[in-house]
């Protein structure tokens, strides 16, 4: 099965051993001393220095991450939906909706806590520091798959129960364990109540749908329609009268 996941799926491989690297690079980092957050802070986390000047920013903050339960959570929903992604949709369309996913949804959420004007002004937002903070990690990316995912399933029920038993499971329990452990760990579903974790309400509560993760989860819904749009209008016949 190992195998068969490198050579079928090698674009989901490389994104999961890049993450991986670049945690374990972190971490030999901050064991020798240097303060994760002043790294993140002032070089590779998402914040508003990404709109003046700092573009890099925009790449590096998908692929930062320095927990384990962190990285752990983020290789298995993206080993699972990455997967699902990569063959229903193919190599290339799966790895520019992918980053296309991570990079708008962190500009969702500071735009949702900061408002429009800190696309202009980097000083033009009170929130930062609290209730945005930095932002980092590949869970964004992620949910634009999970959206992605769930608009080709509603359309293509037939293809959701095509794959073996095996498969079903090991899908089935990553999809299940990832999405809920999110609205569990990261927003307290169970301490909050089901409408707080999707809205959070007032700081520094952040809900699913207020945060990277809804970001990335609307834009992956919405990047599916367009690839479906696009694809019916390709094979839809020719019917202009000459």
Same mark, same amino acid.
């Given at each position: 099965?190992?195998k068969?996941?490198?050579n ?7 994104l999961?051993?890049i =993450?991986?690297?670049?945690f374990?690079?972190?971490?030999i980092?901050?064991?020798?001393g ?9 070089y ?6 990404a709109?003046h000047?700092?573009y890099?920013?925009?790449?590096t ?9 962190h990285i /752990? ?6 080993l699972?939906?990455?997967?699902? +992604?990569?063959?229903?949709f193919g190599r290339?369309?799966h790895? #520019? /909706? ?5 990079? %708008?949804?962190?500009i969702? =959420?500071?735009?949702?806590?900061c408002g429009?004007d800190? #696309? ?8 930062? !520091? =609290?209730s945005?903070?930095? &932002?980092?990690?590949?869970s !964004?990316c992620i949910f634009g798959?999970?959206?992605?995912l769930?608009v080709y399933?509603l359309? =293509?029920?037939e293809?959701?129960?095509y ?5 079903? /499971?090991?899908?089935g329990?990553?999809? %299940?364990?990832?999405i809920?452990?999110t609205?569990?760990i990261g927003?307290? #579903?169970?301490?909050?109540?089901v409408?707080? +974790? %999707?809205? &959070? /309400?007032?700081?520094?509560?952040? &809900?699913f749908?207020?945060?990277?993760? &809804?970001?990335?989860?609307i834009?992956?819904i919405?990047?599916? %329609?367009l ?13 202009? +009268?000459?």
């Amino acid at each position: 099965m190992i195998k068969n996941v490198l050579n079928d799926y090698p674009i989901t491989v490389i994104l999961i051993s890049i =993450n991986i690297s670049i945690f374990a690079v972190l971490n030999i980092l901050v064991w020798n001393g240097i303060e994760f957050s002043s790294l993140v802070q002032d070089y590779i986390g998402f914040n508003e220095k990404a709109f003046h000047g700092e573009y890099w920013r925009f790449f590096t903050s998908l692929f930062v991450h320095v927990e384990f339960e962190h990285i /752990f959570g983020n290789s298995l929903g993206l080993l699972a939906f990455g997967t699902l +992604a990569e063959r229903y949709f193919g190599r290339c369309t799966h790895i #520019l /909706f992918y980053l296309s996913s991570g990079l %708008l949804a962190s500009i969702y =959420n500071i735009v949702g806590h900061c408002g429009v004007d800190i #696309l202009f002004d980097a000083n033009n937002c009170n929130n930062l !520091g =609290n209730s945005f903070g930095i &932002g980092y990690g590949a869970s !964004g990316c992620i949910f634009g798959l999970v959206g992605m995912l769930l608009v080709y399933s509603l359309s =293509n029920t037939e293809r959701l129960f095509y794959s073996s038993i095996i498969s079903r /499971f090991f899908y089935g329990t990553s999809m %299940l364990v990832y999405i809920v452990g999110t609205l569990i760990i990261g927003h307290g #579903l169970f301490s909050n109540g089901v409408v707080s +974790a %999707l809205w &959070g /309400f007032g700081s520094p509560s952040v &809900g699913f749908m207020e945060h990277t993760h &809804g970001g990335g989860f609307i834009t992956g819904i919405l990047l599916s %329609l367009l690839i479906m749009a696009l694809r019916s209008v390709k094979v839809r016949p020719n019917t202009t +009268a000459f």
